[in-house]
């Protein structure tokens, strides 16, 4: 056998996961198929408050999707100051029939993905959301997701998950579920 | 100068979590059929490293490559396979490529000078509904050949995605 070659007790792991990968927030798993995985539906999935750069953003299924050609994009919509709701990248393809484990990533400006294969995906290139006004005030925005394509009528669930590191002074994103 | 836990720390931060397999004999795991289970993945991790330093020199055609054993036992791999690593020498390090599943296994180095990961990494693993942490593995393959003698430590080099995220080597 192996070793861990420092020994570090799991919470300094979990701290040390965080300061590579950014600070996690998630959705709870979501599970009604009328609220969350209907064929069109947008819900708010994170608050945004300041600039926030963001690692990672996917939905990570947790119940098995079925043959129906269910699809996700993620939207901005800013609060302070307004903003009117905007696409942030492209549809993915259909994730009908995902496994559980499967993640759908939000690839910057021009796609969202699923990963090659249940419980693997890849680290998708940072990108940046919010802002700060000309007066130095936080912007306030909010992430939403938008399932089309295809209803789910079976056993889909999922959570969203975000990894971030704040850009600017009070910024931070929570789960707006 | 820094005293060495504080070079360790520091290094931890930066280049992420590393663990070490024991030294093993590349003929148990570097073989056609991969079922030599190396890092046992509690929950969801971010790959950032892995390779094989040979420590006896290698015999044998296999073309190593890593696979990822789903929770239903399905494994994919996680990159292509390279040339035959019939007579590596010892201090080459066999090395994951990161970026995609079609990337090849990296083995341009020479004896203890051999490139890092240069793609991005992976996120392996999950959490279920319930949010308990998935348990899934990372294998060893020697693709079409089995290796014949060498030796092999594999390091894994990771960060936590999740609450209570961890590697452990399996062997």
């Not at chain 1, 994170?46 to 963001?54: A, D, E, R, Y």
């Not at chain 1, 993640?103 to 693997?120: E, K, M, Y």
Request: proline share 4%.
């Amino acid at each position: 056998m192996g070793n861990l070659t420092f020994n570090y007790s799991q919470d300094t792991q979990d701290r040390v996961g965080e300061v590579i990968t950014g600070i996690r927030v998630e959705t709870p798993v979501l599970t009604n198929l009328t609220t969350y995985w209907t064929n069109p539906v947008t819900y708010a999935i994170f608050n945004v408050v300041g600039l926030i750069k963001v690692n990672a953003m996917y939905l990570e299924v947790t119940g098995v999707f079925d043959a129906n050609a269910t699809t996700l994009a993620f939207r901005w919509t800013g609060t302070t100051p307004t903003q009117a709701i905007a696409t942030m990248g492209s549809a993915s393809a259909s994730i009908a029939s995902s496994k559980v484990g499967t993640r759908v990533h939000f690839l910057g400006p021009s796609q969202v993905a699923a990963g090659p294969a249940a419980q693997i995906s890849y680290m998708p290139a940072p990108f940046l959301v919010g802002g700060k006004t000309g007066a130095g005030v936080n912007c306030i925005g909010v992430i939403s997701a938008l399932v089309a394509g295809g209803t789910q009528a079976a056993a889909a669930s999922g959570r969203y998950v975000l990894h971030y590191a704040a850009m600017t002074e009070g910024a931070y994103a929570v789960s707006a579920i | 100068m820094a005293n060495k836990s504080t070079i360790e720390a520091v290094s931890d931060l930066h280049r992420g979590l590393l663990v070490e397999t024991a030294n093993l004999e590349a003929t148990d795991y570097w073989l056609t059929a991969d079922t030599a289970a190396i890092f046992t993945i509690t929950g969801r991790i971010l790959l950032l490293e892995l390779y094989g330093e040979i420590t006896e020199d290698m015999a044998g055609a296999a073309q190593p490559n890593w696979a990822h054993t789903a929770t239903d036992a399905t494994k994919t791999d996680i990159c292509a396979v390279p040339a035959s690593i019939a007579g590596l020498n010892t201090g080459n390090r066999v090395v994951w490529p990161g970026g995609t599943t079609a990337g090849t296994v990296v083995i341009t180095g020479v004896e203890y000078d051999s490139p890092a990961n240069a793609g991005v990494g992976f996120i392996l693993g999950g959490v279920t509904a319930a949010g308990v942490n998935m348990t899934t593995y990372i294998t060893a393959d020697g693709s079409v050949a089995d290796a014949t003698d060498g030796n092999v430590r594999f390091t894994c080099v990771y960060a936590p995605m999740s609450t209570g995220a961890h590697v452990s080597p399996t062997v």
